[in-house]
T-cell receptor, first 112, second 113 residues
Framework: DAKTTQPTSMDCAEGRAANLPCNHSTISGNEYVYWYRQIHSQGPQYIIHGLKNNETNEMASLIITEDRKSSTLILPHATLRDTAVYYCIAFNSGGSNYKLTFGKGTLLTVNP | DAGVIQSPRHEVTEMGQEVTLRCKPISGHNSLFWYRQTMMRGLELLIYFNNNVPIDDSGMPEDRFSAKMPNASFSTLKIQPSEPRDSAVYFC???????????FGEGSRLTVL
């Protein structure tokens, strides 16, 4: 799976949009971009994934650049409960090596 | 659905003792994963099963670690003998088919003294 690069930490004001970037310049054509988050002392939680088109669900939006070398996870109205470590993962769900590998992620702190 | 259920939530034991962690995956899911999380190494995949069969155990640190999945609704991770460096939070996760949407349990926090 392709390596991803994320900032170590970010801050966001409550009620504002949180935009979390991820670089995956070596992503291959059949690798999806997955986002998870981990709130302190809890297990990781799946947020969203996409291949090439932008995706939106009840939790977030995922914007993938046309060349697929980077993406942005958008939390449209961040709340204090969104404070967590956010992981961006490039993953080939159709491959034979089924390993979802978590990096260090981005610690998002939502401030009041 | 109750989600992935792990037990115990907390375990404190002494070096040399056997530790057994348990996991009940979400009903209908056919893939199960064991992860370990420490401050130093982050989240590491130890082993995963598909249809109760171990597919990849390359992440298991050494022979002291073993994992079983006797049926679709139960898995165990055993450490024997335990060592202080095994102290970590152990997560179990399950998924439907071999997809990237994993559902994690709340974890088992292990402390080996």
């Amino acid at each position: 799976d392709a390596k991803t690069t994320q900032p170590t930490s970010m801050d966001c004001a409550e009620g504002r949009a949180a935009n979390l970037p991820c670089n995956h310049s070596t992503i291959s054509g059949n690798e999806y971009v997955y986002w998870y988050r981990q709130i302190h002392s809890q297990g990781p939680q799946y947020i969203i994934h996409g291949l090439k088109n932008n995706e939106t669900n009840e939790m977030a939006s995922l914007i993938i650049t046309e060349d697929r070398k980077s993406s942005t996870l958008i939390l449209p109205h961040a709340t204090l409960r969104d404070t967590a470590v956010y992981y961006c993962i490039a993953f080939n769900s159709g491959g034979s090596n089924y390993k979802l590998t978590f990096g260090k992620g981005t610690l998002l702190t939502v401030n009041p | 659905d109750a989600g992935v259920i792990q037990s115990p939530r907390h375990e404190v034991t002494e070096m040399g003792q056997e530790v057994t962690l348990r996991c009940k995956p979400i009903s209908g899911h056919n893939s199960l994963f064991w992860y370990r999380q420490t401050m130093m190494r982050g989240l590491e995949l130890l082993i995963y099963f598909n249809n109760n069969v171990p597919i990849d155990d390359s992440g298991m640190p050494e022979d002291r670690f073993s994992a079983k999945m006797p049926n679709a609704s139960f898995s165990t991770l055993k450490i024997q003998p335990s060592e202080p460096r095994d102290s970590a939070v152990y997560f179990c996760a399950s998924s439907l088919l071999e997809l990237g949407e994993l559902f994690f349990g709340e974890g088992s926090r292990l402390t080996v003294l």
